[in-house]
């Protein structure tokens, strides 16, 4: 039972983010972080985010409050030099001199950066997580332990053509590496995966209602459908629930309904038999 268990006494694969913060000069500093896991999911949106005490994204975090949460796609060359920047003790002069991304402002209004507290992005980043510092949640901090940051997701930025891919429905994976973390003192572990696949989920367990109400409450944020609504709609053929479920949000808005009931459901399908 050592420090850093999760490395140095066991194996656990994850994606890594590469954290931009701007340091005390106005620069932007990148920080490679394995530790960065979803936290609050429903209704929240949040990032816990695991640092050692005193690096660079550390201290920037606690002196600007904010930071951005870079995804980059797999890059055998990169990845080299991803390890660098995760090499601790240099400032960001030094460090960023071997960086391989081309730093850029974000496209986010007020987010630009203003070098004082908004960090560059990077602009070979698919994804790139807009994060406010939320200091009310220290999970604890005895002074001897890792910081443990709770990052409020402000923005996702996707790149045009991830954001249609979820749109649209999942085609496809971005292509992320995989670290698997530091090892015997001098080694970095990394992975790269095969293409994605996907496999249906089952379709005779649980309440016919459950998938259209997944389906449904994930279309618009401003509208919500009730499972009552969602049990009128079972008999919908699957192929065309998305397209239905659309039309019903779409007349919700524009009758000013936030809340799809069994009865807006109801009028509807009266309108459009009569
Ligand atoms: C792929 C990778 C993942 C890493 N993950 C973490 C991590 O989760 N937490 C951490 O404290 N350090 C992690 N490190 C080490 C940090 O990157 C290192 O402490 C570095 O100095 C941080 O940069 P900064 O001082 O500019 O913030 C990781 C390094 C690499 C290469």
């Keep these: 039972m050592r420090d850093n268990w999760y490395q140095a006494s066991a194996y656990w694969p994850s994606s890594f983010a590469l954290i931009t913060t701007v340091d005390e000069q106005g620069e932007t500093n990148i920080g490679p972080y394995q530790l960065s896991f979803p936290f609050e999911v429903i209704g929240g949106r949040s990032f816990l985010v695991c640092s050692r005490q005193n690096s660079n994204t550390d201290r920037h975090i606690k002196r600007g409050g904010v930071c951005a949460m870079n995804f980059v796609e797999f890059d055998r060359h990169a990845l080299k030099k991803i390890v660098s920047l995760g090499y601790p003790g240099q400032d960001t002069v030094e460090k960023m001199r071997d960086n391989p991304y081309t730093l850029i402002d974000s496209p986010t209004p007020g987010r630009e950066s203003d070098g004082k507290r908004f960090p560059k992005i990077l602009k070979e980043a698919f994804q790139v997580f807009e994060c406010t510092w939320d200091a009310e949640q220290p999970i604890r901090d005895n002074g001897r332990t890792p910081e443990y940051f709770v990052l409020r997701i402000d923005n996702i930025l996707l790149k045009q053509t991830w954001a249609t891919n979820i749109e649209e429905g999942t085609r496809q994976m971005p292509q992320m590496p995989i670290t698997y973390g530091f090892r015997d003192g001098g080694k970095f572990w990394f992975a790269e995966h ?31 459908f009730t499972r009552d609504a969602c049990k009128q709609l079972t008999g919908v053929p699957k192929p065309f629930i998305k397209t239905v479920l659309k039309g019903i949000a779409k007349q919700a808005k524009e009758r000013g309904v936030s809340e799809v009931d069994r009865e807006f459901v109801l009028k509807l399908q009266k309108e459009r038999d009569s």
């Design 194 to 224: 095969r293409k994605p696949f996907w496999l249906p989920t089952p379709t005779d367990k649980g309440p016919k209602e459950e998938a259209i109400m997944y389906e449904a409450n994930r279309l618009d944020p401003d509208i919500s």
